[in-house]
């Protein structure tokens, strides 16, 4: 079985930054890609970072130049730096991940981690 586990959620000033950590386990063959979305209360599920088919990454327009995406391929993790949070940057925010498994190559998702932030 394939798991993401997010972390690094929590409450935190505008203007400040958190760090949130995805990590994939389990019988992994390979990981094909990790990006991020979210999903803020009463609104659909959004992507912030994931990336494209070549070697560039998508970013939300709402998030260009705050959010930075990275991944550390020796760990099986991805990590999203949040600079300059704002309120509407509220909301679950879900691991998302292209696995290549033992049942085959399909999408994981993560259990999602709560991101607020005060004004």
């Known amino acids: 079985q394939v798991q993401l586990v997010e972390s690094g959620g929590g409450l935190v000033q505008a203007g400040g930054s958190l760090r949130l950590s995805c990590a994939a386990s389990?019988?992994?063959?390979?990981?094909?890609?990790m990006g991020w979305y979210r999903q803020a209360p009463g609104k659909e599920r959004e992507l912030v970072a994931a990336?494209?088919?070549?070697?560039?990454?998508n970013y939300a327009d709402s998030v260009k130049g705050r959010f930075t995406i990275s991944r550390e391929k020796a760990k099986n993790t991805v990590y999203l730096q949040m600079n300059s949070l704002k309120p509407e940057d509220t909301a679950v925010y879900f691991c998302?991940?292209?696995?290549?498994?033992?049942?085959?190559?399909?999408?994981?998702w993560g259990q999602g981690t709560q991101v607020t932030v005060s004004s």
């Open positions: 998302n991940a292209l696995i290549s498994a033992v049942s085959g190559a399909r999408y994981y």
């Open positions: 389990g019988s992994i063959f390979g990981i094909l890609a």
């Open positions: 990336p494209t088919s070549g070697s560039s990454t």
